[in-house]
């Protein structure tokens, strides 16, 4: 592929020479006003530059963003056009199905299906379905990788057909590591060099967390799978100039802080402030200081506050752990020509003009955890026994034998050769799992445990049942997993153990993480631990935590205990880790270790031994927490070069079992009828060359009435499968056993358990109905609306040609980017979603879907309006959009049962032109479809 020619309006068309090669490159000192401008804004302007055509980019454009007024709001419309696009398995396999979908959609109507095929390059990196069904034994990993393969044979043989199908298409295969991690350390170009052309490595992910490559000064962000889907076949994405806050950095990490308590603190400083579709950048002299691992770490945590992406600059600290990563001497060369030639280098003498401004001292930094449901809710760790107290009262009457929650016996799938238990755990005298269990400040419900493998004990609410070293957040950097390995090998030497009733894991992020650690000898007192090594991939952190032992499992549930998980990573919101575990707490490495030992959340690090020493001494956190001039020694000695690029020389040949999966082949896919896997969607399905006209929305029933911060994983879960569940009856009516449900992330290349599973969360609260959890509404097809399941009601009202509406409150859509909780509500007959506000992701997916998002007028909501979901609604407006205008506010009319009526205008919230066009075609595929067929 050639590069688009530019119409080079500015004359910033130069050459750059590097060693003995030369590239086209277009100069940002061409616009007047780019001095002044953020690092991140002249990345998009030089992409503007390049891009521009006349058409979709002009001039005009690029004197736009020369001129931008850093306190204006976001006005003006752009079109970013992606260096590359990367995906994980959950989100890439629905991608490549809506792919070879497209193929045969564009011959239908008379196009050529050659022309569905990336245009940029794209890589997908197998880590999402690695499922924690072993742990605490030396053949985790094997076990897991081989119950990996049975259960996703199909899926991964279709990624195989995908990737000999389509050209510039790579996958890494299972085993190798977590997609943002293995993005860092491999696949981050930070120069691009291409057709000919330098310019700077930038990317979309069909993965919220892509923004941990913002570490690496490339910017990058999260998007919906049907909005890369368009990205890679060269549909530039569509965006607003945002507003840019300047977050400046100075000082340096205290002894006993990490990383991940200075992530923990920028997450609920940036949430506080409020940073919803802006971009963040990290600038000033304390920039130079902070690690490049550091650096990513933050970046990772970008839609835990909100932000677009949270970048930092190229500087030296980005030419280090370039060469370190084992990026060619020619690749680290022109990424520091090309930074200083175009001012992308940082220079912390030059402060750019920021549309807000904040600050933090990380000497202030102090250890922290966030909890139980939310990143954003950080929890010094002085405070977390108190503040975890406080928290159980929302899950626990006052009163103790509260009654059993039916959304919490769901269970994992029994793998059909389970293995609980640690290596040399459990012996002993018996354990309680609450340091205070009758302890008057918090409810109290001790039950007995009697296990042949893991011994006896009590089991308490907080009882930490799951300790998971896991997720790309951290995984990546190697100070906290160091520190974790060394506070191990010090527990260990104290003579201390993991309580019997914790399940424990360790899932690097890449493979260098285990050469690291058998290069310092650590291995042996992680294990020593139950830390063993369970798999590469995302794991816990995304919902495959995998059962629980069976007799925790059944204590928790007859006795409706509120146990608790503990993980390094990025989400925790409810109902997400494991269907046992309603309380859920991010932290560090070396703290997910530390509650291992402590066995309850109900601890005082400062005041509560772990346990004795050998000579019956009291052994407390501080006497095994490993100093950072320890920690940076083992760095030194035990990271090299060598290791990553031993680790990457073949990161796209895979295994043995990889490579022996039969393969199909040709240009289009051969679908089988009977998979539940991989089916082909109904998108296309009678489309037509010229779409329909819009159209107002009547009589429509409300499908769910929903509260604040509803995430992508309440609308679409990625966990496991509840057997009574619509989607649990589909596979059993096709004769899939329960132990092979996998989960729903694993099924995304299904819509029928796709569409079964939307709304479906356990922990789902439609407030339609009293006190009920799950995926379940009131269904006003029957007399007196009674309850039914969301996916039935919703059948019900498709047979009676009724439309769907969602009301919702802040933050809607918050969380994972995740299509499905697009295209589920879409197949599900919801035509417009009405919240008090949107999180950037999911809005722009519901659009991409023909979902017409709408807001509340500013300060109402459904319940100020006196709006309960039992109404009829009226959208009138909307067919506005046919004569090429978007209306800034629709009328809205709800009926209610008495005759009486509401009105209220709500705000529409098609942003951009580019969004109108694809609610105009009923969705972004479509438009790019007809696109294509038309050229």
Known sequence: ????????????????????????????????????LPYSLKILLENLLRNEDGVNITADHVRALGNWDAKADPSTEIQFT??????????????????????????????????????????????????????????????????????????????RWGQNAFKEFKVVPPGTGIVHQVNIEHLARGVMARNGQAYPDSCVGTDSHTTMVNGLGVLGWGV?????????????????????????????????????????????????????????????????????????TIGNMSPEFGSTCAIFPIDE????????????????????????????????????????????DLSTVVPSIAGPKRPQDRINLSEAKPAFRAALKDYVPASTGSPVDEASEESFPASDAPSYGHAENGAGKPHVASAAAADQGRPSNPVKVSSSELGEFELDHGAVVIASITSCTNTSNPSVML????????????????????????????????????????????????????????????????????????????????????????????????????????????????????????????????????????????????????IQEVIDSAISKEMFTKDYADVFKGDERWQSLPTPEGETFEWDPNSTYVRKPPYFEGM??????????????VLARLGDSVTTDHISPAGAIKPDS???????????????????????????????????NIRLRNLLLDGVQGGYTRDFTQEGGPQNTIYDAAQNYAAKNIPLVVLG?????????????????????????????????????????????????????????????????????????????????????????????????????????GEADYYRNGGILQYVLRKMVRS
């Open 82 to 159: 992606p260096a590359r696009v990367i995906m994980q398995d959950f989100t890439g396999v629905p991608c490549v199905v809506d792919l070879a979908t497209m193929r045969e959609a564009v011959a239908e109507l008379g196009g050529d299906t050659s022309k569905v095929n990336p245009l940029a390059p794209a890589e997908l990196v197998i880590d999402h379905s690695v499922i924690i069904d072993v742990f605490g034994k030396p053949d985790a990993f094997q076990r897991n990788v081989e119950f990996e393969y049975g259960r996703n044979k199909e899926r991964y043989q279709f990624l």
């Open 483 to 630: 520190g974790a390995a060394l506070l191990a090998r010090n527990a260990v030497n104290k003579g201390l153990a993991t309580k019997p009733w914790v399940k424990t894991s360790m899932a690097p992020g890449s493979q260098v993480v285990t050469d690291y650690y058998e290069k310092a000898g650590l291995w042996p007192y992680l294990e020593k631990l139950g830390f063993h090594l369970v798999g590469y991939g995302c794991t816990t952190c995304i919902g495959n935590s995998g059962p629980l032992p069976e007799e925790i499992s059944k204590a928790v549930q007859e006795n409706d205990l509120s146990v608790v998980s503990v993980l390094s990573g990025n989400r925790n919101f409810e109902g997400r880790i494991n269907p046992d575990v309603k309380m859920n707490y991010l932290a560090s490495p070396p703290l997910v270790i530390a509650y291992a030992l402590a066995g309850s959340m109900d601890f005082d690090f400062e005041n509560d031994p772990l346990g004795t020493d050998t000579e019956g001494n009291p052994v407390y956190l501080r006497d095994i927490w490993p100093s950072p001039q320890e």
């Open 688 to 701: 037509t060359l010229e779409p329909q006209p819009v159209e107002d929305i009547k009589g429509a029933r």
């Open 809 to 913: 409150g802040k933050e809607y859509g918050s969380g994972s980017s995740r299509d499905w909780a697009a295209k589920g509500t879409r197949l599900l007959g919801v035509r417009a979603v009405i919240a008090e506000s949107f999180e950037r992701i999911h809005r722009s997916n519901l659009i991409g879907m023909g979902v017409i998002p709408l807001q509340f007028p500013e300060g109402q909501s459904a319940e100020s309006l006196g709006l309960d979901g039992t109404e009829v609604y009226d959208i009138e407006g909307i067919t506005k959009l046919n004569e090429g205008e978007t209306p800034r506010t629709v009328k809205v009319t709800a009926r209610k049962e008495d005759g009486s009526t509401v009105e209220f205008d709500a705000v529409v919230r098609i942003d951009t032109p």
């Open 317 to 360: 600290e980005t030419i280090r752990y370039l060469k370190l990563t084992g990026r060619s001497d020619e690749q680290v060369a022109l990424v520091e020509a090309y930074a200083k030639e175009q001012g992308l280098w940082h220079d912390p003498s030059i402060e750019p003009e920021y549309s807000e401004y904040l600050e933090l």
């Open 726 to 760: 619509p989607a649990g009856k589909y596979l059993q009516e096709r004769g899939i056993d329960r132990k092979d449900f996998n989960s729903y992330g694993s099924r995304r290349g299904n819509h029928e358990v796709m569409i079964r599973g939307t709304f479906a």
């Open 1 to 36: 592929m050639t590069a688009p020619a530019s119409k080079n309006s500015f004359g910033a068309r130069d050459t750059l020479k590097v060693g003995d090669n030369s590239y086209e490159i277009f100069r940002l000192n061409a616009v007047d006003g780019v001095q002044r």
């Open 224 to 296: 919906g799978g049907i909005e890369a889907e368009a990205a890679m076949l060269g549909q530039p994405v569509s965006m607003l100039i945002p507003r840019v806050v300047g977050f400046k950095l100075t000082g340096e990490i205290p002894a006993g802080a990490t990383a991940t308590d200075v992530v923990l603190t920028i997450t609920e400083m940036l949430r506080k402030h409020g940073v919803v579709g802006k971009f963040v950048e990290f600038y000033g002299s304390g920039v130079a200081s902070v690690p490049l691992a550091n650096r990513a």
